[in-house]
C-alpha cells in the first residue's frame, strides 16, 4: 500500500456540492481515464442541476467519440481567453500543475480549483485535492468524490467511469488492478445495466486499416537490451505521415513493445520533430519508471511514466534514455537475485 497521497475527500465534496458552474478538463493527449473521468463528472453534475463545460487542450476524441454523443467537449481554442462566470474548476489526471496549465490560465481570478488524481508525483495543487496514487485510476477516485459528496451517478457517467477504469488497467491486466476497481466496475455493471460487450467493442474493435499499418511499422522497429529484458519501440513522423494515424493512437503503441514475452522494462520513442522526443516508460515489476522519467524532468506512476526531451538530437536523448533503463535495471536485478518481484 502507497502511503503517499492527498485524501481530503470531505473538503473535495464540499466543494462539489457548493459548485454551481463548473469547467471540466483533463491534460493533453487525453487518454481514455482522463476523458472518462471527465465525462462522469459532467454527466453526474448536469444530471444534479449544475452548469458544466467540458473543455479539452486536443481536436477530437479518436475512438472515445462514443462517450460524446451530444457533442459537449469544447476545443479550449474555440472558448474566450478568460472563462468567466464560473466558480470551480475539476482538473482531473494531471499528475503535475503544468498538465493542465493551459486550462488553470484561462480561469478567472477566485475560481475554486479541485484536484482529482492517482499519479503519486502530483504535488497536491488546488482548493480540493484528493490524490490516490495506488487507485487504479483517476475515474476511481472519481467514483470514490461524487459518492462522498452524494451526487448520483447518471448511465452515462457509469459507461464514462466503466471507460476510464478498464483502460487505465489494461483490461484488468495491469498490475493496478486491485479488488476496489473490480468492485467499483461490478457495481457499475449491476446498477446500471451496462452493455459490457458493446462498450468494450467501441473501446478496442475500432482498429482501422490506417491503425493496423502502423501497429505493423512499430512492431518492425522493435530492439531489444539485455536479452530481451529491455524493449524498444519507435514511431517516427514519417510513420504518422505514411499511415494517417494521429497523435492519440500513437501514444497507445506502447502496448506493442509491453507484449513481447519477457520484457521487463518497456521504452516507446516518439519523434516529435529533430530535437524533440516524446518517451514512455513501462515496468513489469517493481523497478520505479517515474525515478527515471524524473531524472529528465518527467514523471508518472511506479510502472508507467513519461518524459519530453526538448532542444537535442533524437538519437543522443534516445541512447542516454536507454542506457539510464538498463543501469536501472541491472541494478535492480542484482537486488532481487536476478528477478524482478511484481
Known sequence: ?????????????????NGR???????PMMDGDAI???????HSLTASGRDCLAVTQDHGLGKYEFLDD??????LSDLPPVLTGYDTCIVVDCGAQSRARAILDRLAPGTTIINLDHHIDNPGFGDGVVVIPDASSSGEVVFQVLKKAGIPLTKQAAEALFTAIVTDTGRFMFSNSTPESYRIVAELIEQFDLDVASLTGQIYRV???NRLRLEALVAQSIETRMDGKVVIARVSRKMLDDTGCTEAEANEMIVIPKSLRGSMVCILFREMGPTELKVSLRSEGQMAVNDIAASFRGGGHLRAAGLQVHGRPVADAEAEIVEAVTSALTATLKETGGKIVV
Open 1 to 17: 500500500m502507497i502511503d503517499t497521497g492527498f485524501r481530503d475527500y470531505a473538503k473535495a465534496a464540499e466543494l462539489l456540492k
Open 70 to 75: 451530444s457533442m459537449v467537449l469544447r476545443p
Open 21 to 27: 458552474r463548473f469547467v471540466i478538463g483533463g491534460h
Open 207 to 209: 482498429k482501422t486499416p
Open 36 to 42: 472518462g473521468s471527465l465525462y462522469a463528472l459532467y
